[in-house]
């Protein structure tokens, strides 16, 4: 099996452009309201860019998603790194609907957590997912996430504030 998790390059717009516009109904309930530039090359190109700049600053690490064949499933990145006595970040991902199912996101999860434990020496990685997002719910678990609480109101998701629940692991090796 290949890595699950890559670092996002800019040759990816493509690939990524063809999974969102393939996607945009199925991700469109998990999503911020999308202008409809995001759905194209350049408007991929651009996220790309934007990720890899924060990726350069140390404060996100935007990978896609592959499958066993090498191909782009998804995203995966953790944003918001925080250093200094919060050594934290937040996770967010998705997959294409036809990649659902196979434990790509549950493989990719665990790699990037061992990632940020074990390379980022994170004490903390924090995600959020909305109430009734079972199956995310569900990778989490799988993956030793702990949910400790619920924010009110917390995204703007699909055009409204949408409750969100929120998970940790806790990097027990970093004292």
């Known amino acids: 099996m290949t890595s699950r998790i890559r670092l996002v390059a800019s040759g990816d717009d493509e690939a990524l452009t063809e999974l969102q516009v393939r996607n945009r109904d ?12 995001y759905f ?34 998804g995203r995966l990145t953790l944003s918001g790194i925080v250093r200094g006595p919060f050594q934290s970040c937040s996770m967010g991902y998705w997959l294409a609907e036809d990649q659902t199912g196979k434990g790509l996101a ?49 995204l703007k998701i699909a055009g409204s504030w949408k409750d969100h629940l929120v998970f940790q692991r806790l990097n027990d090796s970093v004292r």
């Open 106 to 154: 549950t493989e990719a999860v665990r790699a990037a957590v061992i990632f940020a434990f074990t390379k980022l020496e994170l004490h903390r990685v924090q995600a959020e997912t909305l109430i009734e997002n079972v199956a995310s719910r569900s990778v989490l678990a799988k993956t030793g996430f702990e949910q400790y609480g619920l924010a009110p109101r917390y």
């Open 26 to 37: 199925f991700l469109a309930p998990w999503d911020p309201v999308r202008n409809d530039d």
């Open 40 to 73: 194209t090359v350049s408007g991929q190109r651009a996220d790309i860019e934007g990720a890899l700049a924060r990726h350069e600053r140390g404060e996100a690490m935007p990978w896609v998603i592959l499958t066993d064949d090498g191909e782009i499933a």
